[in-house]
């Protein structure tokens, strides 16, 4: 089985930055699209940002638009999320999930095939 796992989350005040990181298992790592979603205390997960499997093409939800930013590295398997400018409402569980079935940018929870744990971010006012 192909293993996800995220990190970097933590707590910080609106307005800091975090970068979280997701590391990917196999030898595959190329083919998948990656993203992140997150969820949010009694909300539903949702897509927060996807790259394409060469990292060529990005997408990412309204919201976060111009604050994130989201690339990877192929030959280290790994993802990243840059994020900066942060709000209360991007708390949440931060998921890092891969796509064998997509280069990426599918944006539906079903799209993805493998998932990380979940990293917690947590921004106050």
């Known amino acids: 089985q192909v293993h996800v796992a995220e990190s970097g989350g933590g707590l910080v005040q609106a307005g800091g930055s975090l970068r979280l990181a997701c590391a990917v298992s196999?030898?595959?790592?190329?083919?998948?699209?990656m993203a992140w979603f997150r969820q949010g205390p009694g909300k539903e997960r949702e897509f927060v940002a996807g790259?394409?499997?060469?990292?060529?093409?990005?997408s990412y939800v309204d919201s976060v638009k111009g604050r994130f930013t989201i690339s990877r590295d192929n030959a280290m398997n790994t993802v990243a999320l840059q994020m900066n400018s942060l709000k209360p409402e991007d708390t949440g569980i931060y998921y890092c999930?891969?796509?064998?079935?997509?280069?990426?940018?599918?944006?539906?929870?079903?799209?993805?095939?493998?998932w990380g744990r979940g990293t917690q971010v947590t921004v106050s006012s």
């Open positions: 196999g030898n595959n790592f190329w083919r998948y699209g």
């Open positions: 999930a891969a796509d064998e079935s997509s280069k990426g940018l599918r944006r539906r929870v079903s799209d993805y095939d493998y």
């Open positions: 790259i394409t499997w060469t990292g060529g093409s990005t």
